[in-house]
């Protein structure tokens, strides 16, 4: 039983030296190319489609488009123009969406193709229950898609 007193005497003592080293430093530093403050801007909100957004990727051949992935609905919304006057919004829903968009959480663009236009992929997260119509049975992976 000392012994293990003992023991309990030297850990509480190392770790009470440990606390008392460590020391919290008020100075923070600024990085010039960042800057000390940034402007938001909403560009979008429910009232062009999104619902639940997860990812976004401005389209490659088209600068001013930006694709933003829907999880809550299974869609894409499309920001045409995004950030000008005439900015509009589009939103595109696969009719197999509930499996091939199933909880979307990811999105990227990928190679041109001549037909398709830009192709991109998706990943979902989801036990593939074709939005809760069905048994889960693991059967999902990332889908390729057309951006025509």
């Not at 595109?92 to 663009?109: C, K, T, Y």
């Not at 991109?120 to 059967?139: I, M, V």
């Amino acid at each position: 039983m000392g012994q293990k007193r003992m023991s309990v005497f030297i850990v509480s003592i190392f770790i009470f030296s440990l606390i008392s080293s460590v020391q919290a430093s008020d100075e923070s530093q600024t990085v010039a190319q960042f800057g000390t403050g940034f402007d938001e801007f909403v560009i979008a909100d429910s009232s062009d489609g999104l619902f639940d957004p997860r990812d976004l990727e401005f389209h490659p051949g088209r600068t001013d488009e930006l694709w933003v992935a829907n999880r809550g609905d299974d869609s894409m919304t499309i920001i045409h123009d995004t950030g000008l006057s005439t900015q509009n919004a589009e939103t595109r829903e696969d009719s197999n969406s509930n499996h091939f968009l199933e909880e979307v959480s990811a999105i990227a663009f990928g190679a041109y193709h001549p037909e398709f236009d830009w192709q991109w992929g998706s990943a979902q997260e989801t036990q593939n229950t074709y939005c809760g119509l069905g048994s889960p049975n693991q059967f999902m992976g990332p889908t390729l898609w057309p951006s025509s």
